[in-house]
């Protein structure tokens, strides 16, 4: 079993620095691709991966999908930024977590392709059968949004 | 001079969930309820007054959000058992309406 936790990715910290990233709604492209157990997946990984992703077909396609991003806001001291659920529908998949990376990084002062973000641990194999495979985001408020800086 | 430091790390209790179907899709109670969690966050450590009138407010609003939800998927049917009846799919079209 090679997951072993939620991450966030060390780089996605450096790249923070480097303005890398946009969440906007309508800014950078964030995806979130589906893994097996087999992935090897953690706070070292640094950008999107093909290895053990989940094989295209049956409802899914290599890549993964394009997240709905929610503009970041602030809840107190805390700022905070989410995602809308992403659903695969009429699919047929195992999963055991996922990563959200950045397909269109700014690349003005540092190289970057696909930088990952995060890397999802389910906590086991989910599986959808000719049915909804969907990915639940936390509650986007101070104490429970996917991305918070305190 | 101590400085402030930013938290960005994920914190050990932090979960994703993923729900998932088989040989069919989710039902409009379901979707509500998964839409008035991201509505509508009840510490169970609130004051136990505030805290039971938030979930009874809770248990309403998926009734609520289920009964429109199913409002819509009517309304859709209505939609697509037009298109496929102009089309001239009138058997398809006929299968849609009696879902």
Not at chain 1, 42 to 64: E, F, K, L
Not at chain 2, 24 to 46: L, Q, Y
Request: a negative charge; charged letters at 20%.
């Amino acid at each position: 079993m090679a997951f072993n936790g939620n991450f966030m990715c060390t780089t996605f910290k450096k790249e923070l620095m480097f303005g890398v990233h946009d969440f906007a709604n309508g800014a950078d492209t964030f995806k979130i691709a589906l893994y097996t157990s087999s992935a090897t997946l953690n706070a070292s990984t640094t950008a999107y991966t093909t290895s053990n992703q989940v094989a295209n077909g049956n409802g899914y396609s290599t890549g993964g999908e394009s997240l709905t991003n929610v503009s970041p806001t602030v809840s107190g001291t805390t700022a905070l930024t989410d995602f809308a659920d992403e659903t695969w529908g009429s699919s047929s998949i195992t999963a055991r977590g996922a990563l959200i990376y950045n397909s269109t990084p700014n690349t003005t002062s540092i190289s970057v392709t696909n930088p990952s973000v995060i890397v999802l641990d389910f906590g086991a194999d989910k599986t959808s059968t000719t049915g909804d495979f969907t990915v639940v985001f936390p509650t986007a408020d101070a104490s429970n949004a996917i991305i918070r800086i305190a | 001079m101590s400085v402030p430091s930013l938290n960005l790390d994920i914190t050990p209790t932090f979960k994703v969930d993923v729900k998932t179907t088989e040989n069919r899709g989710f039902t409009p109670e379901e979707v509500a309820e998964r839409c008035a969690d991201k509505v509508i966050s009840i510490s169970d450590t609130a004051n136990p007054i505030i805290r039971d009138q938030a979930r009874a407010f809770k248990t309403h609003l998926i009734k609520v959000l289920s009964f429109y939800m199913k409002e819509a998927i009517k309304s859709d049917r209505t939609t697509v058992y037009n298109a496929l009846s102009n089309a001239g799919h009138k058997d398809l079209a006929e299968l849609i309406r009696r879902m």
